[in-house]
Structure formats: structure tokens, C-alpha cells
């Protein structure tokens, strides 16, 4: 297989607090890679630094064959992305939503433009509601929304960032269902971090166990539950990550996001 | 479509579709108007100074463009706060374009304001005395939105967040505003005031915007033109600058 996202020795710090640790790892074409790690333990940082939005401390990356660091426009057209927080303009229909983002990346072409805007809110099934401003969705309609626009200049692949948090059950499954058949029927690569274990073990290929910026392990939910001698991947984690509470660190921001999702639960 | 213009065109969305901004807004020009128009009116032109609502319409217009305009900048910050900036940013154009994209489109919505408030003024009975003037007018009222957009964004791109907006309001915006001679005569002011209103690049703008409209002003609008046209060029290379900083 051939590797689409490669990463050696990155490091991030910020003013001497080091986020991400020296970690390497690689993706192959068409695999779904999820990260998965407590709060604080630098997934987010690491998909920043993946697509572009912050400079690592050191380390080499290579996305679709390019060059984050001097080729930010390439690899920006090559990926779509589901940010942990919304990202969505609440003031503007999801229609015009997706049509600042298609302009954004080069669709000049009006009809193409508007029938991939079609296609993709029909795939998320929104295209009913493509005239209604966005502050009126729900949690769920918006992550759909995102998902759909990530898709839409046809990126080879997508980042979601905890794409299901603070998400109903019907919701999270309905997510996870667009992102298998993407995966299948296109060979769109997937790079996921996620909170809920059940999800990254039935979706990906394989997962990176991360805690405190490196990566403790990684393989198939079957290599680390072999490797931790446990039978579910809930205990292997813990193994891997300790039982101790981790929300010291979280920015503020971060602190009221993981409050409000405890609170929905 | 290009990206500089759907960057400008979402700026002008949101703004026809926030009817309540609009109006609000306009609150407080026609305060101004009546408050010092009708109440230091009768003094002004006893004291030999004329007609003051003329003097003072075209200070009232740009007060309205000058918010609406450091506004539009600052809302860098709740892109940033709602997320929106990180759609932008991560898209594959250079932060120039969408620096000019948006400062284009607040420029866009502070003068659109501002020709409200001039329409109001006929209202309260302020003239225009040449109509032949009324372009010069528009490029004065397009300069000076553009200059404080630049400004609001290279503040925006520094602050992290809402907290240091008071601030900026209370010890720039407002001195900005009453030490511009949008309310007073350039003419016979104390030798600090003088200095200091001719470094408030505001002052060059209401000048011109004044030459354009009725027909006097303190310096000539040459001087106006070029001192700000040269500030706004300099606030939007600093706003620019400042703008490809920002991390997220
Ligand atoms: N801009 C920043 N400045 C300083 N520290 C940061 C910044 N962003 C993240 N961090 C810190 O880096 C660590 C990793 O954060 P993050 O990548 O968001 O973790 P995760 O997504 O795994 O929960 C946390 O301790 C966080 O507080
Ligand atoms: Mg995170």
C-alpha cells in the first residue's frame, strides 16, 4: 500500500510545553487511521499541524506527496476536514455555506460547482433543507453539513477531528455510515480521532494510541488488545494510558466543550 | 467567481440580513443630528460659524462609516471565537486575498452605511451643493471605510479575543471620532487639540468628505486625498502583515 500521510519525528511545543512528541507514523492510500487518546494528549494539535494551520516545532511531513511546510496550497486542495469545534457561518444557508467553500477551492465553473454542492447535500441528506440558515440546525445537521462540505472539491483525504461528540447514537451511527461508504467506495483515506472506543474499533483499519504528545501504541484493535493481554479495547487503553484523570491542561475553551458534552450524556 | 469575491459577497450578506444592526445603528447619528444639530445650532450661528447642521452632517456620516467600518475589522475575532476563520484559513488561497477579500467587503458595508446616514440627514434638511461633487464624496466616505476595516483587522488579528474591545473603543475609537473635527471648526483650536487633530487621519477624511458635500474645508482636498490615501495604504500592508500571523 501506498502511503498518502507520512510523518517523522514531529514535535510541537508551545513556549516550552511540548504538545506532540516526536511521533511517526504513516497512513496508506484508502486506509481509515484514527487516533485515539485522552484529553490533552495532542490529536488536535497534530491534525493542525497536518493541515497546515500551525508549524511544528521540527520533525518531517509529506501529504499526498507534498510538502506541508512549502506547499501549502497543494496540500491544502488535497484534504477535507471536520474540525473538532464547529466551523460553519451560522448566518449564511447551508447552500451558501458550501458555496463559499467550493469557490474558496476552485470551482469556478457555476453548474459543476452547484450540481457537487447538490450531490453532496443530497449524500448527507440536507438537500431539503439547503435554504435554511444554519444557526436554526441542530449539532447534528451541522457536523453533516461539515462533512458534506469537506467532500466537496473531491479531496483524496479527510481529517475529522472527534467528528461524533456530543452527538445522539442515531446520529453518530448515520455519521460513521457516510464515512464507511466513502471509504469503500471511493478509497478516500480517513484520519479520525475520537473519544468513543467502540466507534474507532468497528470504523478503522488501524489505531495510534496517544498520551502526553507520543504515541504508546499503534496496530489493528486486535495487535494492542494481543499486545495488552486484554480482551476489550476500553482495558487495553487504560493499560496503555493509566486510569488517571487528564483535564489539567485542557485550554479553556476545550475545558467548556468537554463540560457541555458531559452535560448532554 | 473568485475567492476575493465570495469572501466580499459573504460580508455583504450577513450584513442586509442583520436588519436589526441596520437599524440600530442608526440610532445614534440621528441622536447626534438632532441633540447637537437643533441644540448648538442656535449658538453656533450667533457665534458667526453659520449653518451648523451643514457643518455637522458630514462629521455625522463618517462617525457612522468609522464604526460600522472598525466593526466589520473586528469581526475577525468572532470568526475566530465561532470557528468560521479556520474554514478560511485552511483553504488553499494566500491570506492576502482573503485579508482583501473581507477588508473589501466591511469597506463595502460601512460606506453602504454611511449612505443611509447621508440620506437621513436630507431628512433633518442638510443639502448637498453640488451634485456634480457627489463622486468625490463617495471616494472620501470609500477611503475612509477602508482604512479603519484595515485597522479594525490588523487590531483583530492581535487581539484573542472580546475582552480587549472595550479597551480599543474607550482609548482609540472614540478619541479617534471627537478629536477629528467632525463636531468642531479646525480653525482657532489650541495649539495641543490642532496637533493632535492633525495627526487623526479621520480629521483628512471628514475634511474632504466635508470639501465634497459643502463645498468648504480646512485643507485643500488634495491634501486630504493623498494623506488618506497613504494611511489606508499603509494600514492595509500592516492589517495584511498582521493578518498571515494569526494562528488558530
Ligand atoms: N495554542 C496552544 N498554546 C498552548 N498550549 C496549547 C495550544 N494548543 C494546545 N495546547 C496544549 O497542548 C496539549 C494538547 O492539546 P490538543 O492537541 O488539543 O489535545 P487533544 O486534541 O488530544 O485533546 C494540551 O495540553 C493543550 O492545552
Ligand atoms: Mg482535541
Known amino acids: 500500500m501506498e502511503n498518502i500521510i507520512e510523518v517523522k519525528n514531529l514535535t510541537k511545543k508551545f513556549n516550552g510545553f511540548t504538545a506532540v512528541d516526536n511521533i511517526s507514523f504513516s497512513v496508506g492510500k484508502g486506509e481509515v487511521f484514527a487516533f485515539l487518546g485522552p484529553n490533552g494528549a495532542g490529536k488536535t494539535t497534530t491534525i493542525k499541524i497536518l493541515t497546515t494551520l500551525l508549524h511544528p516545532t521540527s520533525g518531517e511531513l509529506h501529504i499526498n506527496g507534498y510538502n506541508p511546510l512549502h506547499e501549502h496550497n497543494k496540500v491544502r486542495q488535497s484534504f477535507g476536514i471536520v474540525f473538532q469545534d464547529p466551523s460553519l457561518d451560522d448566518e449564511l444557508t447551508a447552500f451558501e455555506n458550501l458555496e463559499f467553500h467550493g469557490v474558496l477551492y476552485g470551482l469556478k465553473e457555476k453548474k459543476a460547482r452547484r450540481d457537487r454542492i447538490e450531490e453532496m447535500l443530497k449524500f448527507v441528506e440536507l438537500w431539503d433543507r439547503k435554504d435554511e440558515l444554519v444557526k436554526k440546525f441542530s449539532g447534528g445537521m451541522k457536523r453533516r453539513l461539515e462533512i458534506a462540505r469537506g467532500l466537496i472539491h473531491l479531496p483524496e483525504i479527510l481529517f475529522l477531528d472527534e467528528p461524533t461528540l456530543g452527538l445522539d447514537p442515531q446520529t453518530r451511527n448515520h455519521i460513521w455510515t457516510y464515512i464507511e461508504k466513502l471509504n469503500k467506495e471511493r478509497q478516500l483515506t480517513v484520519f479520525l480521532t475520537t473519544h468513543y472506543m467502540e466507534e474507532a474499533e468497528k470504523i478503522s483499519h488501524r489505531i495510534a494510541i496517544m498520551d502526553h504528545g507520543k504515541i504508546v501504541a499503534m496496530g489493528t484493535a486486535e495487535d494492542l488488545k494481543k499486545q495488552t493481554g486484554k480482551d476489550s479495547l476500553e482495558d487495553a487503553f487504560l493499560k496503555l494510558t493509566g486510569d488517571g484523570l487528564r483535564d489539567e491542561n485542557a485550554s479553556a475553551a476545550e475545558g467548556m466543550r468537554q463540560h457541555r458534552a458531559m452535560w448532554r450524556r | ?248
Open chain 2, 1 to 248: 467567481m473568485n475567492a476575493i469575491y465570495i469572501l466580499w459577497l459573504r460580508q455583504i450578506k450577513r450584513y442586509l440580513r442583520s436588519r436589526a444592526r441596520i437599524v440600530g445603528s442608526l440610532g445614534q447619528p440621528i441622536l447626534f443630528l438632532v441633540a447637537l444639530g437643533f441644540g448648538f445650532g442656535p449658538v453656533y450661528a450667533k457665534a458667526g460659524g453659520g449653518n451648523y447642521l451643514e457643518f455637522l452632517a458630514p462629521g455625522v456620516i463618517a462617525m457612522s462609516i468609522l464604526f460600522t467600518a472598525v466593526f466589520s475589522g473586528i469581526e475577525i475575532i468572532w470568526d475566530r471565537q465561532f470557528g468560521f476563520l479556520k474554514e478560511t484559513l485552511v483553504a488553499p488561497v494566500s491570506r492576502l486575498k482573503i485579508m482583501f477579500g473581507r477588508t473589501l467587503g466591511g469597506a463595502t458595508v460601512a460606506v453602504l452605511q454611511g449612505v443611509i446616514v447621508l440620506c437621513l440627514t436630507f431628512i433633518f434638511g442638510f443639502r448637498i451643493y453640488s451634485l456634480a461633487m457627489l463622486p468625490m464624496a463617495l471616494l472620501f466616505m470609500f477611503l475612509i471605510a477602508l482604512l479603519f476595516t484595515a485597522l479594525g483587522t490588523a487590531i483583530a488579528s492581535v487581539l484573542e479575543d472580546m475582552q480587549g474591545f472595550q479597551l480599543i473603543m474607550n482609548f482609540l475609537v472614540m478619541p479617534i471620532f471627537f478629536l477629528s473635527g467632525a463636531l468642531f471648526p479646525l480653525t482657532n483650536l489650541p495649539k495641543a487639540i490642532a496637533t493632535v487633530t492633525k495627526i487623526d487621519p479621520l480629521t483628512y477624511g471628514i475634511d474632504g468628505l466635508r470639501g465634497a458635500l459643502i463645498g468648504v474645508s480646512h485643507f485643500s482636498l488634495h491634501t486630504d486625498l493623498l494623506v488618506m490615501s497613504a494611511i489606508t495604504f499603509i494600514l492595509i500592508i500592516v492589517g495584511a502583515y498582521l493578518f498571515t500571523k494569526i494562528e488558530v
